[in-house]
């Protein structure tokens, strides 16, 4: 592994599990000081197991009261803001019919979604500002640009993550900060069985789901200075879902009928 993000101060919110527990190793991993933030009190718990001098800290992204206090007291320990990963989201709860839902719903989603991106946001830029240089990374989802069937506040937040992205990165840019976005694939987790995992594999033209760490590695490069001409991009990271018209079940010509080789 390597040490390119040595010294560098990372907020990455959503850190207590999965994509966000793996992003946050992966940057402690190379040599970052890495912030957890997540609503679960498990994160401080993560952070411990990450190890280093990794911390943790129960955030509620959608209040500003909660970020503030979040941003305060990592600039008390480290004195900056280098990285921000905006990873946070709220999943459990989002499928409803739209012909069943109601304000209290909608802004459930989109407070945590998307106003949780602007809150965090705001704050890294009012640091990465004076000094010159940061990178924002926000986490969109397929559902930004092709539909999920009863998740339309959800698919509203990611697309208004993408658009709020290319915005930032604009206003952003002239200050040395960079802001992109990454768009997670299937990514498998522990409480699915062998069947779901299948069944979802099945339907990715690289033919697997994805694990945490391909997350977790697509964002070690954006934020480095490896990626230190892109911004205000999105990042993909699905092996290929958005890129196919059909599923592979439904394709007029099927991987079966692939030349064998």
């Not at 993560?46 to 943790?56: H, K, N, W």
């Not at 280098?82 to 989201?89: E, G, K, P, T």
Request: aromatic share 6%; glycine share 10%.
């Amino acid at each position: 592994m390597s040490e390119r993000l040595e010294g560098r101060v990372a907020i990455v919110t959503g850190g207590a599990r999965n994509i966000g527990r793996a992003v946050g190793e992966r940057l402690a991993a190379e040599r970052a000081l890495v912030a957890l933030a997540d609503i679960d009190e498990s994160v401080t718990q993560t952070a411990s197991e990450i190890g280093g001098e990794a911390v943790g800290y129960v955030t509620d992204v959608s209040s500003s009261a909660d970020v503030d206090r979040l941003f305060d007291d990592v600039l008390d320990r480290w004195g900056t803001v280098d990285i921000l990963v905006n990873n946070a989201a709220r999943v459990i709860g989002a499928v409803r019919h739209f012909l069943e839902a109601d304000e209290e719903w909608w802004d459930g989603i989109l407070d945590v979604n998307l106003k949780g991106h602007f809150l965090c946001a705001l704050r890294a830029a009012k640091v990465m500002a004076p000094a010159g240089r940061g990178v924002i990374v926000n986490t969109s989802s397929g559902g930004a640009t092709r539909a999920h069937r009863g998740m339309t506040a959800y698919d509203a937040s990611k697309g208004g993550i993408e658009a709020f992205t290319r915005a930032v990165a604009l206003d952003l840019a002239p200050y040395g900060i960079r802001s992109v976005c990454v768009v997670p694939g299937f990514i498998q987790q522990p409480w699915q069985d062998d069947q779901r995992v299948a069944a979802s594999a099945a339907t990715v033209p690289l033919g697997r789901m994805g694990q945490p760490a391909d997350i977790a590695a697509a964002v070690a490069f954006l934020v480095s200075d490896d990626a230190s001409y892109l911004t205000a991009a999105t990042l993909a990271v699905d092996g290929g879902m958005l890129s196919q018209q059909r599923s592979p079940q439904v394709e007029s010509f099927p991987v079966s009928g692939f030349p064998k080789v």
